[in-house]
């Protein structure tokens, strides 16, 4: 617990971000004065989604976030052993890997918070003050990765951090064991684990569509991703430096292991528009990246089969594989939610979903008689964009004239 002269004070600080745009890490998040100091959450706040997120895509729902987040940058002894940092951005590759691949940002893996999430609605005190429940997972020398679940009290007007409580100290994730559930149409993966009950979501793209093209739709629409049923991702699949560098970025790879044991070239890998990110430009010049923004996504479906995270969601899963007690995750992909091996509905990600369009197979011959083409390099089925709503309600129906772009 705090003594009195921890307390942070930080009110003069966030009253003048009113009426102007708060800078987190290089996302900018319009701020009014009604969102940081009203003393209620208009609506319910995000549980299980990493505080940088709801920062970003959901201010409104928590404006403690803010708060919360810069306190952890500046002062992070107070929520976790002395010696373990706060990146705004999240882990990521090490500086001298970074500047080899024109990545933009202060990245590292070691001694370091990965995600920081509300473990529950926060809830109002009799005094007026607000109770937050914090979920931290951090690493600290070694291979050594703890939880810690930490209470904060808020002040009534959320800009004071009053109170800081450690109510589970330092969890081994090596004593924990989590499952994954993904909602394609929701593009969502929500990881529990079954020891302690804490859960993590986060936004994925997944595969695109194939509306009749290829021999496997047999004519029919369908998604490239399949939905899966008592699948895993296996440690000893998993690699930490995946290539080609072009696709990959020597990033963490894991591949999904079927009910049956056959490991398939389907996986969890890196985000494929990190040079598209506003970031990661010059604003009024043309194409000019200044260093690929590996958090940058879009949340849509585009992928040829694979699910894409974002370079600090990637790295937070593949702790959790390589250094969690059993060697693999379970895992359970399903179409929408209501099915068996659904995700949970109430356990949403703020990130916008990309509604006005998607990626399809492109379509070399003609409406009667469809022809797709393979990339030469990687031998993946060629797509292309469409700006149109993603054909869901088409899945599993015969493909029309209309789907075959």
Do not use: W
């Not at 890490?25 to 989604?49: E, H, K």
């Not at 994925?204 to 093209?213: R, S």
């Not at 693999?328 to 990130?351: C, K, R, T, W, Y």
């Amino acid at each position: 617990m705090l003594t009195q002269n921890q307390f942070l004070f930080l009110s003069g600080r966030f009253a003048r971000l009113s009426g102007r745009l708060v800078a987190i890490a290089g996302y900018f998040v319009a701020a009014s004065a009604l969102a940081l100091f009203s003393p209620t959450v208009t609506r319910a706040t995000p549980i299980g989604v990493d505080l940088r997120d709801v920062a970003q895509f959901d201010l409104a729902s928590f404006p403690a976030a803010t708060l919360i987040l810069e306190t952890f940058n500046k002062n992070p002894e107070i929520f976790v052993p002395a010696g373990v940092s706060f990146l705004l951005d999240g882990p990521g590759q090490p500086n001298f890997v970074a500047k080899r691949l024109q990545i933009a940002g202060k990245k590292t893996l070691a001694n370091t918070v990965y995600g920081v999430e509300l473990a529950e609605q926060p809830t109002s005190n009799a005094d007026g003050t607000s109770r937050v429940l914090l979920n931290v997972l951090y690493h600290l020398s070694g291979t050594n990765f703890f939880y810690r679940q930490l209470e904060l009290t808020l002040n009534s007007e959320l800009t004071k951090i009053q109170n800081v409580t450690v109510t589970k100290n330092d969890f081994s994730l090596n004593k924990m064991h989590f499952s994954m559930e993904v909602s394609l149409a929701e593009r969502k993966a929500i990881l529990s684990d079954t020891t302690t009950g804490i859960k993590k979501v986060y936004p994925l793209g997944v595969g695109g569509f194939d509306e009749g093209i290829t021999p496997e739709s047999g004519g029919r629409v369908r998604l490239m991703s399949v939905p899966k049923v008592n699948a895993k991702l296996m440690r000893s699949k998993a690699t930490a430096y995946k290539l080609p560098v072009e696709e990959y970025l020597k990033l963490p790879y894991m591949p999904i292991t079927k009910s049956n044991g056959l490991t398939i070239p389907v996986a969890f890998h890196i985000v494929q528009h990190s040079n598209e990110s506003p970031r990661g430009q010059i604003p009024g010049t043309p194409r000019k990246p200044l260093g690929r923004d590996m958090n940058y996504m879009i949340r849509g479906f585009d992928s040829h089969a694979c699910y894409r995270l974002r370079e600090k969601d990637l790295y937070e899963l593949y702790a959790i594989l390589m250094h969690q007690e059993k060697d693999a995750i379970d895992l359970n992909v399903s179409f929408q939610l209501g099915q068996p091996g659904q995700a949970e509905p109430e356990l949403e990600h703020p990130m916008p979903k990309r509604n006005d369009g998607y990626k399809t197979v492109t379509n070399y011959g003609t409406a009667e008689h469809p022809k797709p083409k393979r990339d030469p390099k990687y031998h993946y089925y060629i797509m292309s964009d469409v700006l149109a709503p993603p054909p869901i309600e088409q899945l599993g129906q015969v493909a029309g004239s209309s789907n075959l772009h």
